[in-house]
């Protein structure tokens, strides 16, 4: 019987981006996770890029796993 590979996974690179929103955008943002103090403004960025590189086919599995993650996660 194999043996499986107990060791986890690396945790994913990150980097940073600089975006400049529009007001009226940033301040729906700021709105929007003030009323849910449960969501972190990082993650929900990483997956509304991610949900947007799905629909346009992006065919990498680390953008999916992204993707799914964040609708199916704990985080979001």
Known sequence: MASQDATPSA????C???VRL???LAAALEGY???????DANRLLQTAL???LVQQG????EVRELYLDGLFGSSL
């Open 11 to 14: 945790a994913p690179q990150l």
């Open 16 to 18: 940073g981006l600089d």
């Open 22 to 24: 529009p007001e009226a």
């Open 33 to 39: 996770l003030a009323s849910r103090p449960q969501l």
């Open 50 to 52: 991610a949900q947007f």
């Open 58 to 61: 992006s065919a990498r599995p």
